[in-house]
């Protein structure tokens, strides 16, 4: 987490900045980069950071210190990374849910 955000403006912002996320579509972009519906197009590797996040962002015109304002809040909520933005804090995925169907097969 970026070390200059004060943690209670990170709490300050929190609900808010998760309110935008919802509504600018970020957990459902992200799950379309993640967890594709087709088979034609293959599906992001999660590289344990915020890349597709950011481009997500950066494509719907926030600056940088908004970005960074989003990650801290991302990464103080439980999302550390684009994989963890899915399965810790989107309400429902295509992603988390076929983890966990994978998962419930294996055991």
């Known amino acids: 987490m970026d ?7 990170i709490n300050d912002i929190a609900d808010d900045v998760l309110r935008v996320l919802s509504q600018i579509r970020l957990f459902e972009r992200l799950d379309d980069l ?3 519906t087709g088979t034609e ?15 997500i962002l950066t494509e719907g015109e926030m600056d940088e210190q ?20 899915l399965y810790n804090l989107a309400e429902t995925s ?8 994978t998962r419930s097969k294996s055991s």
């Open 66 to 85: 908004e970005v960074k304002e989003v990650v801290a809040v991302l990464d103080a909520s439980g999302g550390h990374c684009d994989c963890e933005v």
């Open 41 to 55: 197009v293959l599906p992001v590797k999660c590289r344990h950071d915020y890349a597709q996040t950011e481009l």
């Open 34 to 36: 993640y967890c594709p």
């Open 3 to 9: 070390q200059s955000l004060d943690a209670s403006l």
């Open 94 to 101: 295509r992603f988390k849910s076929l983890y966990w169907q």
